[in-house]
Structure formats: C-alpha cells, structure tokens
C-alpha cells in the first residue's frame, strides 16, 4: 500500500510519518507499505530534531527532504493521510482523487518551547505514536483498491 503523509510545509510530522512508516515496513521485511510526504505549502528543509530523533531511534535519515506534494502526481497513493489539522482543511489536489483521505492529528513538536530535554521528550513521544499507528496500519489486510474497505479499515484505527 502506498501511503503519502502530507503536512503544511512538510518538515516534521510527515517527514517523521514517511520515515518511520518505512522503517517499520522494512523491518517487519514485508515491505508492504511504502510512504512518502509532501507539503501544500513546503519549507525547503527537515526540522533538524527531526533527524537527530528519527537518528536517535535508528532510523534513516538520509532520503528525507522536504517538497511539494506536486511532486508527487506520479505516485498515486492508496491513502493520503494529513497530519496537520491546516492541511486536513486544505483542498487536495485533483489528482488525489483516487485515493483515500484520512486525518491524523498529531502534536507538532517542532513548535513546542521548553528545555532540551521537554523538546526531546515531546519528539519521542511523537516517533512513539506515529511507531504505534504504523504498525497498526500493517495489520490492515483489505485489498487497497476496495476504497471503501480500505476508508473503513482506517477509521476502525482512529483515523478521521
């Protein structure tokens, strides 16, 4: 199944979505998900702590960068997961008509204030959560071009 996360300016929350969906997918070797992220409105650079959290968990960094979802007419996800609450109310390219759209609300760590250690906190916290979806993801079994199967096994694991 190919997921694409999207997050306004595609620096922390989908780049952290697109790794760790990854990660998880090839550790558990069958490789079923394939993700990849994307901005409406993209920075033109990963948060930092970003990859020193995704490093620290031991998980690649180096394929990641941020860009627009333009970029991606060609990958033709099954799902568009948003992870920003900006971009779950932003209109979507046409041609993600396709695919099916689901919200996942998660904290933006990058925007938080506090001491190193509250700032490393609220970044594993967040790897955590988004480690924990994914892998629910891939216990879903249903053929990814039932949409309605596969909009139904979504929103069975908490997504919008």
Partial sequence: ???????????CRSILSEAITNHV?????????????????????VHPLSIKYLAEAGIATSQLTSQSWDEFE???????????????????PV??????????GLVDPSKLEGTEEQLAQAFRATIQEI????????AIKVDPSDRI??????????AL
């Avoid at 199967?149 to 908490?158: R, S």
Wanted: proline share 3%; glycine share 6%; net charge negative.
């Fill in 95 to 104: 041609w993600f008509g396709n695919s099916v759209k689901v919200h996942w």
């Fill in 74 to 92: 060609d990958f033709a996800p099954d799902v568009v997961i948003t992870v920003c609450d900006s971009a779950a109310n932003e209109a979507c």
């Fill in 1 to 11: 199944m190919k997921i694409l996360y999207i997050c306004t300016h595609n620096r």
């Fill in 131 to 138: 480690t924990e979806r994914v892998e629910q993801l891939m």
């Fill in 25 to 45: 997918s090839e550790r558990v070797l069958s490789g079923n998900l394939i993700a990849r992220s994307a901005g409406s409105q993209p920075s033109g650079e």
């Fill in 149 to 158: 199967a596969l909009k139904t096994a979504l929103n069975d694991l908490g």
